[in-house]
């Protein structure tokens, strides 16, 4: 198992997932991104929706095609996204999608929850967030399901998507580190003011450097995986991190 890869853009990003599902990978990978400009990243469902093309453009908000199932995502500098890649047969990980999204989440648990930001796993489905407001469905941190993370009042903190093809499974997380702009989102989908205000109100973010929640999570998740993988990998820079005074300042945020 190799370190984190770091990735610069929704684009490389989105080629990295592309390079696993199609590629020939057999070890169990993580790369991180961030995001310097918004930018919005659609299934091909809404991708292919001529309205929201036109609304892009006006706006001159990108646009790019994204893996995974669910709904809209709005990337930016307030999110940061862990991907993993697991190699099909790869043991002893957790079989099954239910299982594996939860493990991911409790990756995102535990680092955050070290680093002084207090979540929580979403057991069940948070089906009575759609219910509020059907149009919520359009966009990702509209709901929360089984393996995604919530702060300590229940606000969803962490997504989490995947997409599985014959050579593995690719599962994408991302957390808020910063305020959204739920109006941009809404106003590219054509969604009502209604939604902008309950996805302010249904989420929250940790006041967190995304590279550092990035570099603690992947620690979370090499630790895991250390003893079946027979590798050591856990970054440096969170080894030094954890007793920096940045991340005790940043932890009482």
């Not at 999204?101 to 759609?130: C, D, I, K, P, S």
């Not at 995604?148 to 903190?157: A, I």
Request: proline residues 5%; charged residues 15%.
């Amino acid at each position: 198992m190799s370190g984190v890869e770091w990735l610069v853009d929704a684009q490389s990003e989105q080629g990295w997932i592309a390079d696993r599902l199609r590629g020939e990978d057999r070890q169990v990978r993580i790369a991180g991104c961030t995001y310097g400009v918004p930018v919005l990243l659609l299934p091909t469902v809404q991708f292919t929706d001529a309205r929201v093309l036109a609304r892009s453009c006006r706006s001159g908000l990108p646009m790019l095609r994204r893996y995974g199932g669910g709904a809209a995502v709005l990337a930016g500098p307030w999110l940061a996204s862990l991907n993993l890649w697991v190699p099909a047969g790869q043991r002893p990980l957790p079989t099954g999608l239910a299982a594996l999204r939860q493990w991911v989440g409790q990756m995102h648990v535990g680092a955050l929850n070290r680093l002084g930001f207090q979540t929580r796993l979403a057991q069940v489905a948070t089906v009575e967030l759609v219910e509020v407001c059907a149009a919520l469905r359009a966009a990702c941190f509209g709901a929360a399901s089984i393996g995604e993370v919530l702060d300590d009042v229940g606000r969803k903190v962490v997504g989490i998507s995947q997409h599985r093809s014959p050579r593995g499974t690719w599962i994408g997380a991302g957390t808020l580190v910063g305020p959204t702009d739920w109006s941009l989102l809404c106003q590219t989908l054509g969604l009502p003011g209604s939604v902008t205000r309950l996805l302010h109100e249904r989420t929250s973010w940790c006041p967190l450097r995304a590279r550092l929640v990035l570099t603690a999570v992947a620690a979370e998740v090499s630790c895991s995986l250390e003893s079946a993988c027979g590798a050591k990998f856990v970054p440096e820079y969170y080894r030094q991190s954890a007793s920096s005074s940045e991340t005790k300042s940043a932890a009482r945020l």
